[in-house]
T-cell receptor
Framework: TQLLEQSPQFLSIQEGENLTVYCNSSSVFSSLQWYRQEPGEGPVLLVT?????EVKKLKRLTFQFGDARKDSSLHITAAQPGDTGLYLC??????????FGTGTRLQVTL | DTGVSQDPRHKITKRGQNVTFRCDPI?????LYWYRQTLGQGPEFLTYFQNEAQLEKSRLLSDRFSAERPKGSFSTLEIQRTEQGDSAMYLC?????????????FGPGTRLTVT
């Protein structure tokens, strides 16, 4: 069974601070996707990383895929209240179904 | 095309009743997935289709659950004899193969409450 552990589970920070969310597994994934989910809504895809060591940037968000394709991180620079939400990493295996992490709930206050 | 849609958004039912949910994927997507998400957890895979063929079912999908995608377009998920433990958000996603990754796009979900 492939498991993805995210840390931290909860994060409450003030506007302007930086943060990093980690997603770790003992399994290798063919790709890894990051989603953000608002209460009562479905997850919204932020980015897909495929190659070991890959780094992708989306405005103030930086995503990195580990060299061994077992782990990933999401770094947010100068967080804003609009970044508040549940951040989920999800690994795709050979069967293409996604295995989700437990999520990191981020609260950004003014 | 505005994305994946699901209907209804909310469903409240009494224990023992049957319920059916519908998912309309992004039109050119050939793969369709169902997931279940309980409070405080990430989504868990239930089943997926490639076109009209159901290719994999999770052990989470008991005999009371059945999913169909009759014409390779929309899909339905039926739960028979609902139990309180079935209360969850049911999410549908669709994807189109792009190289080594299948990017999955999710609908807004159907929130089921079994009383």
């Amino acid at each position: 069974t492939q498991l993805l552990e995210q840390s931290p589970q909860f994060l409450s920070i003030q506007e302007g601070e930086n943060l990093t969310v980690y997603c770790n597994s003992s399994s290798v994934f063919s790709s890894l996707q990051w989603y953000r989910q608002e209460p009562g809504e479905g997850p919204v895809l932020l980015v897909t990383v495929v190659t070991g060591g890959e780094v992708k940037k989306l405005k103030r968000l930086t995503f990195q895929f580990g060299d061994a394709r077992k782990d990933s991180s999401l770094h947010i620079t100068a967080a804003q209240p609009g970044d508040t939400g549940l951040y989920l990493c999800a690994g795709a295996g050979t069967a293409s179904k996604l295995t989700f992490g437990t999520g990191t709930r981020l609260q950004v206050t003014l | 095309d505005t994305g994946v849609s699901q209907d209804p958004r909310h469903k409240i039912t009494k224990r023992g009743q049957n319920v059916t949910f519908r998912c309309d994927p992004i039109s050119e997507h050939n793969r369709l997935y169902w997931y279940r998400q309980t409070l405080g957890q990430g989504p868990e895979f239930l089943t997926y289709f490639q076109n009209e063929a159901q290719l994999e079912k999770s052990r989470l999908l008991s005999d009371r659950f059945s999913a169909e995608r009759p014409k390779g377009s929309f899909s339905t998920l039926e739960i028979q004899r609902t139990e309180q433990g079935d209360s969850a958000m049911y999410l549908c996603a669709s994807s189109l193969y792009r190289g080594p990754s299948y990017e999955q796009y999710f609908g807004p979900g159907t929130r089921l409450t079994v009383t």
